[in-house]
C-alpha cells in the first residue's frame, strides 16, 4: 500500500460525449432553454460521478481540458486543409456559447471540489493528459486516463512497479485498454501474497491500485494494443477524426461513374514497416521520414502510385508532429508552462466529496436549484447507485 492512483480525466471527450446524448431532452437547438442547460449539467455530472464510482478512491483526480491548440499555429501544417477542420459547429443546431459556458462552469465546479482543474494556453487536452501521466507514472505512481478518444491509448505502458492505462468510458464499448502484456502482468500481481501492511489496511474501501485495476477490468473488458502502433498507423494512414490526412491519397472511378477515395490502409502500412525492419536499422517510429525513400518503394510496390520522396518525408514529419503526443513534438513553451502548472498544484488533487454523486457535485453551485429537481430524471437508470469492486474472476 502507500502507492498512489491517479485518474486523468478527458474533459472534452467527455463534455462531447453528454452533448451527444442531450438530443434526447432537447426540444429545439439544443441548450437553448434554461431547462436544456440544467439537464446537460445533470447529464455532465451524472456521467463523471458513475465513472468515478466505477474505480473506486484515487489518490488524485485531474480534469484536463483544451485550449486553442499550437497544432493550428506550426507553419508546416498548411500543407493540411485545417487541423481539426472537419469539427464545423453548426449553430442553428447547437448553442456553443451556452455549451462552452456550462462546461467551464463545471470546470470551476470540479475545481473547488478538489479536483485538478487543468487547462494551458496554446494546449490540447491530448497533451495535458500525456504530461500528467508522464509526470506521475516517473513518480513510480499508477494511472488509469479516462477517455474514449483512441489518440490516447499511445500512452499505455507499465513496468514492474506501476501502470498506465486507458479506460475507454463510452457506455456502448466500455473496457480497458493496456500495453501487451497488461493482462498477465495484473494477474500475477494480484496473486502475489501481501505484506502485512496490506493486509492491516485492506477494506471494502481501500484497495491498492492493482486491486482497483484488476477490479475494473472485472466489470468490463481488457483490450491490449501495442501503443507503437497506434502512433504509427495514425502518421502512416492519418486520423480521419482530427482531419489529419495519410501520407497519400488518390481516387479511382468504378465502372459505373462512382468515384472512390482511397488511402493507404493499416495493413499495407504495417507490409511498408517490415519492408523498414528488413534493411536491418529497426523501425524508429518517432523518425518515420528518414525512411521515405523506402516508404515510396513500398507505395510503389504495393499501390502502384507515385509519389516523390521530398514530398512523402515532409508528409510523415507533418503527421508525426500531429498526433505523437512526446517532448519531442510538443513545443518547448508549452513544455515549460506545464512544468509551472505542475507546482501548482503539489500535495492537491485529492477529491473532498464524501459521497460521489451528481448531487454532491452541483451542491452549492447555481445548477443546485428546484428547476432540476423537479424534471423528471431522465438519467436515473444511466447508472447504478454504487459498484461492489471485485477481483474474484479477475477477468
Not at 453528454?18 to 432553454?33: E, V
Not at 456553443?96 to 479536483?115: E, H, K, P, V
Not at 513510480?140 to 512497479?161: A, H, N, P, R, Y
Not at 515510396?296 to 503526443?325: A, H, M, P, S, W
Request: glycine content about 6%.
Amino acid at each position: 500500500m502507500g502507492k498512489k492512483l491517479n485518474v486523468i480525466f478527458d474533459a472534452n471527450n467527455h463534455y462531447h460525449k453528454c452533448l451527444h446524448a442531450a438530443n434526447m431532452f432537447s426540444k429545439g437547438r439544443i441548450l437553448d432553454t434554461k431547462r436544456d442547460q440544467d439537464m446537460y449539467m445533470r447529464k455532465i455530472a451524472t456521467d463523471f460521478a458513475f465513472i468515478m464510482r466505477m474505480i473506486g478512491v484515487p489518490d488524485r483526480v485531474v480534469f484536463a481540458m483544451d485550449s486553442f491548440s499550437w497544432r493550428k499555429e506550426v507553419d508546416m501544417l498548411q500543407q493540411v486543409d485545417s487541423y481539426k477542420g472537419n469539427r464545423v459547429r453548426d449553430d442553428s443546431a447547437v448553442n456553443w456559447d451556452a455549451f462552452n459556458t456550462i462546461n467551464r462552469d463545471f470546470f470551476d465546479i470540479l475545481s473547488n471540489q478538489g479536483f485538478i482543474s487543468s487547462t494551458l494556453p496554446g494546449a490540447e487536452g491530448d497533451d495535458l493528459m500525456y504530461f500528467w501521466s508522464k509526470k506521475f507514472y516517473e513518480d513510480g505512481e499508477d494511472v488509469i486516463i479516462c477517455s474514449g478518444d483512441g489518440d490516447m491509448t499511445q500512452l499505455v505502458k507499465f513496468s514492474d512497479k506501476n501502470f498506465v492505462c486507458v479506460f475507454n468510458t463510452k457506455s456502448t464499448t466500455r473496457q480497458v485498454i493496456g500495453a501487451p502484456g497488461f493482462g498477465d502482468w495484473i494477474r500475477k500481481k494480484v496473486s502475489e501474497p501481501k505484506d502485512a501492511f496490506d493486509i492491516f489496511m485492506s477494506s471494502d474501501f481501500i484497495q491498492s491500485p492493482i486491486e482497483t485495476i484488476a477490479a475494473l477490468i472485472d466489470q468490463t473488458k481488457l483490450i491490449e494494443t501495442d501503443p507503437n502502433t497506434v502512433i504509427y498507423d495514425k502518421i502512416v494512414c492519418g486520423d480521419g477524426g482530427d482531419n489529419i490526412p495519410p501520407v497519400i491519397n488518390w481516387q479511382t472511378t468504378q465502372s459505373g461513374g462512382k468515384v472512390i477515395n482511397n488511402k493507404i490502409t493499416p495493413i499495407k502500412a504495417a507490409i511498408i514497416k517490415e519492408m523498414v525492419l528488413n534493411k536491418g536499422n529497426g523501425c524508429d517510429i518517432t523518425n518515420l521520414q528518414q525512411y521515405a525513400e523506402i516508404f515510396r518503394k513500398g507505395i510503389k510496390q504495393i499501390y502502384d502510385k507515385d509519389i516523390d520522396t521530398e514530398t512523402l518525408r515532409n508528409r510523415l514529419e507533418r503527421n508525426t508532429r500531429l498526433v505523437y503526443l512526446s517532448h519531442e513534438t510538443i513545443p518547448i513553451q508549452i513544455q515549460n508552462q506545464f512544468e509551472l502548472h505542475y507546482t501548482n498544484f503539489d500535495g492537491v488533487g485529492a477529491p473532498k466529496l464524501g459521497k460521489m454523486t451528481m448531487q454532491a457535485l452541483l451542491e452549492g453551485s447555481q445548477y443546485n436549484n428546484g428547476s432540476i429537481a423537479l424534471e423528471a430524471d431522465i438519467f436515473a437508470n444511466a447508472a447504478p447507485t454504487n459498484i461492489k469492486a471485485s477481483t474474484k474472476s479477475l477477468f
